[in-house]
């Protein structure tokens, strides 16, 4: 079998999606400190060999009603300014070209996504701007529906794509920012693929036909994703890659909501947002009721998605820090050598695991880039 260790040190490996800002801004920490309850930071990024992460710019959208777009800006700001405290170890980076300079200079690549297109505000300026402030590609919706997407979460109201949304695709194209269908409705997603001119990603979604989920992608869209020169990046909440644990977490769902209402009583009455944090502390007491995952889980949405897109359409979206639980052998960035070792065995060749690792994200990144105007 080839070397999965030395394949492993030699790649760019990419994460498209963690949910740390939320750290950043509510609980003060920093990407440099001890590693603490997340799943993610310096040091294990350093030791998993992850070069690059997006991270996502999430706003919940109950908590924060009527304030999307100031959460929003006040999340990339907290990435920026951890960028700015931590000048020798992160780095900012717009292009592919920034990430491959970056590693070069023994920097972490530090790249900016926004999740849910609520966060713009219908305002096809507030998109610019953020992409001006760095963000590279935009989760057109999360769970919830808004003014000109359906969601994967909700009940439709557009039927997909309405007229402003498609406005939306028509601007991401030009400016040469990638548009993200994680999230997103079915029809949706089909409604993108036809306005799009450019390749678009699903930046942490796992295989439906392997673990039945709504925000997993169906064959025939992974499929057509391929076909359009685009990457889904699989997702590793267990929820989404084991039928058994997700069966287990929707069980306890009573349970898990009275105890939230519980913790968040204090924030409502103070009249404030329930932070991100409150939520993960609850649910974390019910994770621990149900065992994790195996490993195996994940590597089989690996393998599936490879094999039904290609390998030059797959890669890693792990969601770190915006999941409660994470399978088995996974703790922390540090065990992305665990994927490459497992997907090694299966037979995928050293060029094969250099694409999923980051590859394949970064010819997107640059093909969409390339095609703004």
């Known amino acids: 079998m080839i070397d999965s260790t030395r394949i492993h040190a030699a790649a760019l490996v990419i994460d498209t999606h963690a949910d740390t800002p939320q750290r950043f801004l509510d609980e003060g920490w920093s990407f ?3 590693l603490g309850a997340g799943h993610i ?8 060999n ?3 992460e997006f991270f996502a710019i999430w706003v919940e959208p109950v908590e924060h009603a009527g304030n999307f777009a100031r959460r929003a800006l006040a999340l990339t700001d907290a990435v920026l300014e951890e960028v700015r405290r931590h000048p020798a170890e992160l780095q900012l980076c717009l292009t592919p070209a920034d990430i491959l300079d970056a590693k070069a200079r023994g920097k972490f690549a530090v790249l900016l996504g926004l999740e849910g297109g609520h966060a713009i505000e219908n305002s096809l300026p507030l998109l610019r701007t953020f992409h001006r402030l760095g963000v590279r590609y935009m989760t057109l919706t999360w769970a919830n529906n808004n003014e000109w997407a359906d969601s994967s979460g909700e009940a439709p109201i557009h039927n997909g794509l309405n007229d402003f949304g498609r406005e939306v695709i028509r601007e991401m194209n030009r400016l040469g920012m990638m548009i993200d269908v994680s999230h997103v409705s079915d029809k949706t997603f089909w409604d993108v693929l036809e306005t799009s001119t450019s390749p678009v990603i699903a930046s942490h979604s796992s295989a439906r036909a ?3 989920s709504h925000r997993n992608l169906t064959d025939e869209q992974l499929r057509a994703l391929a076909k359009q020169g685009g990457v889904a990046l699989v997702n590793f909440y267990p929820a989404f890659i084991d039928e058994t644990w997700q069966q287990a977490w929707k069980s306890l769902r009573p349970e898990r909501e009275a105890a939230f209402e519980t913790a ?4 409502r009455v103070a009249g404030q947002p329930v932070p991100f944090h409150i939520s993960h502390q609850v649910d974390r007491v019910f994770t621990a009721r149900i065992p994790r995952p195996p490993f195996a889980s994940l590597i089989a949405h690996f393998d599936h998605m490879i094999q039904v897109a290609g390998v030059d359409h797959v890669g890693i979206g792990t969601d770190f820090d915006g999941i409660q639980e994470l399978p088995e052998g996974i703790d922390s960035a540090a065990d ?3 994927i490459t070792e497992a997907l090694a065995a299966k037979g995928y060749t050293a060029e094969d695991l ?3 690792l980051g590859g394949n994200l970064m010819r997107v990144f640059a093909e969409i880039q390339s095609l703004g105007v």
């Open 336 to 338: 992305l050598p665990r």
């Open 41 to 48: 930071n310096l040091e294990t990024a350093q030791r998993g």
């Open 354 to 356: 250099h694409k999923v």
């Open 32 to 34: 440099t400190s001890e």
């Open 210 to 212: 392997v673990t039945p």
């Open 50 to 52: 992850l070069a690059a």
């Open 264 to 267: 968040a009583e204090p924030f």
